[in-house]
């Protein structure tokens, strides 16, 4: 089930990695963080456009500080960075992970507009 959650997807023939976090239990989360930290380091450095998708995704401490160390280690792979998903206690969460990873990333609405910002960078 984890590998189905990390996947390249195309969009307007731009290759997106598409990490899906969306109804995950934390422990699901954290293994997801585990297979997407493979792929994303066997990729060329500043060369990944990413969309993860967080949409009732259930966090918790854990999830929070695996979630900074995860974006603080793809860094360096990733040219651009879409976030879908982010409500609530997860908007608090997300704030912390910018700060801590000092990563640029978007947040929108919709999947659909995540992918065609991506696909323009």
């Known amino acids: 089930m984890t590998a189905a959650r990390v996947k390249f997807i195309k969009h307007l023939d731009k290759e997106i990695l598409h990490l899906d976090f969306s109804n995950s239990t ?5 293994q997801t963080i585990e297979t997407a930290k493979k792929v994303i380091s066997g990729k060329p450095k500043n060369s990944l456009l990413t969309l993860t998708d967080v949409t009732n995704a259930r966090f918790n401490e854990a999830v929070g500080d695996g979630m900074k160390q995860f974006t603080a280690h793809n860094k360096p792979y990733v040219k651009a960075a879409a976030v879908v998903g982010v409500t609530g206690l997860k908007r608090i ?3 912390a992970v910018i700060a801590f990873s000092k990563r640029n990333l978007e947040t929108f609405d919709s999947v659909d507009e995540a992918k ?3 696909a323009d960078n």
Do not use: K, M, R
Request: no cysteine; net charge negative.
């Open 93 to 95: 969460i997300f704030t």
């Open 116 to 118: 065609q910002w991506l």
């Open 26 to 30: 934390p422990g699901e989360v954290l």
